[in-house]
């Protein structure tokens, strides 16, 4: 059975969007590129061979030739076991494509077993878009070989390497005389002996199963670790959906979690609703909730014309349960386009900036229209949207200038979002193209990195972001404002930034242990995963499988947003100095007064001063401030319009922010 996977053709035609200088986010959301939404992809084109520059103080656990673990939503692929082990899978290649597989490494409490990194896979045969879950000590992987079935992996005793492997055949999907069987892009979940298994059935065009193409299929398993087998039920229909309801699924559009007796589907496919499918009795029933409603019911690509580019979801998304079974769900936002019904493909655009986060405590999004998901008209509805951060805090994420391209990874600019909920806090892991001036230079294309958020009231709201994959061997306080204060260009920057990398991926252990987030993520050099239709070339260059671990209570303080410019996360075992921190400034730009919001580990004698860009004081005054939140306005009216520098000091440290005067 053949597998040709998606075939995207990059409009790249970002560069007419930008203007001459560095400038805010513009209309980036107006270019679109060119999915297949319903086949997936697969394949990735080689890229030019570069050395590995990065000192990078996060662990390696693995490498992969194959520049692409998802098509949208990451799977289940990491475990943190009770005992403080942990076990980890991704998908694999070696120097050749037949060697795709699922790699794996295991951390026995003490160090990962697989020190070589190696591309190995753990099947015999060649897979795909391996997805990991374990019962008891027993660890479980689902992976497809891409022709009849998926290849289900069995280890009795996590971390021994003592796999089996046998298939798993799907229902059959029809297309006139002809029948497929095979399984897709999968996902798993475990509660207790129970495996929570979804795939998508064959996705070669007009293969239906149940009237549908692509059809996302739910399978619900009985381990048994007396002869380890799974005995599988029969498949059901994920949200038991009609044709009229769902004419196609996408690949990894979908996402599963399980917790005790309660199991949740999301689907977040670019032409579908939004559905929450929940099942309180450990799968054997489920009732479905529409979180978004389509504004294109039904949407068909061969018959369903869209011109006024609606907002919807972009096909990557994260659902969690908490302790009181309540479903916590993220998924990016998009615009949709199909000006030709008889092309094959749909347009989407990557530079829309926003990922909404939902839970069952909020009401639906229902009875929409075009722009109710826009990010800007959803905030102001009360949810929450999260959005790219200001990483050099002057005042707003940028685009940068000239040539820049946006990569394709056939989402938007915030997404691929990882949950993990526990008590009354929520933690949302997610990916976003970075701020100036961390760019792929060589390739004149933006990185992403890997960010993260916590609440601590259940989801109302969320704080401050972690910059979980910045590179502290990267800072340099200058490359900051080359372009606009220096005049140097893009090329310069190049040694500076190369080393940052970019980091895309995310997957995030759904336990945490020991009041640890485990996570892992794919690095590498080059922006964006390039691919073409059909070809079976793999990268040249190796990507790094980086894994991290970080406290919990940590998100938001860990290399904080607000605090990486000014230096205060250059040291891996915490930050350089923390008695003023959290500095920030409203509003900015100003133009009669502007307040400084800060908080202090101590009461103290501080210095508040400013300075123009020549190292000119043009204000300073001594204050007090108090152990824990402190406030002082700074009167700007006899300023000359320009950018600033305010520095609150005391004997023990330090934090500056840029200000804008108009």
């Not at 930008?18 to 997936?40: C, L, P």
């Not at 160090?111 to 795909?128: C, F, H, K, L, M």
């Not at 992996?153 to 497929?180: H, M, R």
């Not at 922006?527 to 940590?554: H, V």
């Amino acid at each position: 059975m053949k597998k040709i996977l998606l075939a995207v053709t990059a409009l790249f035609l970002v560069n007419a969007m930008f203007a001459q200088d560095v400038a805010k986010v513009r209309n980036m959301n107006t270019v679109a590129m060119k999915k297949t939404f319903i086949t997936g992809r697969e394949e990735a084109v080689p890229q030019q061979v570069m050395p590995m520059l990065r000192a990078q103080s996060h662990n390696f656990i693995g490498t992969t030739y194959y520049d692409l673990q998802t098509n949208g939503s990451m799977p289940n692929k990491m475990v943190a076991h009770s005992d403080g082990t942990i076990s980890a899978v991704w998908t694999t290649n070696g120097a050749t494509a037949s060697s795709r597989g699922t790699g794996y490494n295991y951390f026995n409490g003490t160090s990962w077993i697989n020190a070589s990194s190696s591309t190995d896979r753990i099947e015999p045969v060649r897979t795909g878009w391996g997805t990991l879950t374990c019962v008891g000590n027993a660890e479980i992987t689902a992976s497809h070989n891409g022709t009849n079935a998926l290849v289900i992996g069995i280890c009795p005793q996590k971390g021994t390497d003592n796999w089996t492997f046998y298939t798993l055949t799907g229902p059959e999907a029809v297309n006139g005389s002809q029948t497929s069987t095979c399984l897709l892009w999968p996902a798993l979940a475990s509660s207790g002996n129970t495996i929570h298994l979804i795939a998508c059935t064959e996705s070669d065009a007009g293969y239906l199963y149940q009237g549908i193409q692509t059809c996302l299929v739910y399978y619900r398993g009985t381990f048994d670790p007396s002869n380890n087998t799974i005995a599988w039920e029969e498949p059901r229909v994920v949200g038991n959906v009609t044709p009229a309801e769902v004419s196609a699924f996408s690949g990894d559009a979908y996402a599963i979690a399980a917790k005790d007796n309660t199991v949740a589907i999301v689907n977040a496919a670019t032409f579908t609703d939004v559905f929450l499918w929940k099942s309180t009795d450990n799968g054997v029933n489920f009732t479905k909730t529409t979180i978004f409603e389509h504004p294109y019911p039904g949407f068909n690509e061969a018959t369903t014309l869209v011109l006024d580019t609606p907002y919807v979801a972009d096909g990557a998304c994260a659902v969690a349960i908490d302790d009181n079974g309540t479903a916590h769900v993220a998924f990016g936002i998009t615009r949709l386009l199909n000006d030709d019904v008889s092309d094959g493909s749909t347009s989407y655009f990557p530079g829309v900036v926003g990922m909404l986060y939902w839970n069952e405590n909020q009401q639906p999004i229902l009875n929409t229209n075009v722009t109710t998901l826009e990010p800007e008209n959803i905030e102001a509805a009360g949810y929450t949207v999260f959005k790219r951060s200001d990483l050099n805090n002057d005042g707003g994420a940028y685009w940068s200038a000239g040539e820049v391209s946006m990569p394709s990874y056939g989402v938007s600019a915030v997404s691929v979002p990882q949950i993990v909920a526990q008590g009354n806090n929520v933690y949302v892991v997610y990916t976003t193209i970075l701020d100036w001036p961390f760019l792929d230079v060589a390739n004149t294309a933006y990185f992403r990195g890997v960010f993260a958020r916590k609440s601590t009231d259940g989801g109302v709201s969320f704080g401050d972001a972690s910059w979980l994959s910045y590179n502290k061997d990267c800072f340099y306080i200058e490359p900051w404002d080359w372009a606009q204060d220096t005049g140097y260009t893009i090329s310069d920057m190049r040694d500076y930034v190369y080393n940052e990398g970019e980091s895309v991926f995310p997957a995030v252990a759904p336990q945490i242990v020991n009041g640890k987030i485990v996570m892992t993520w794919q690095q590498d050099y080059y922006a964006g995963s390039e691919i073409k239709e059909g070809s079976s070339a793999m990268c040249q260059n190796e990507s790094n499988i980086i894994f991290q671990t970080i406290d919990a209570n940590m998100i938001g303080v860990y290399n904080n947003t607000d605090e990486v410019s000014q230096g205060l996360w250059i040291d891996s075992t915490g930050i350089n100095n923390r008695v003023i921190s959290g500095m920030k400034m409203y509003p900015n730009p100003a133009s009669e007064s502007v307040k400084v919001t800060f908080s202090s580990e101590e009461s103290a004698n501080a210095v508040v001063s400013v300075m123009n860009l020549m190292g000119q004081m043009v204000y300073t005054d001594n204050v007090n401030i108090h152990e824990g939140y402190n406030m002082v306005t700074i009167p700007v009216n006899q300023f000359t319009s320009g950018v600033y520098m305010v520095n609150i000091k005391t004997n023990k440290g330090m934090s500056t922010q840029k200000l804008i005067v108009k």
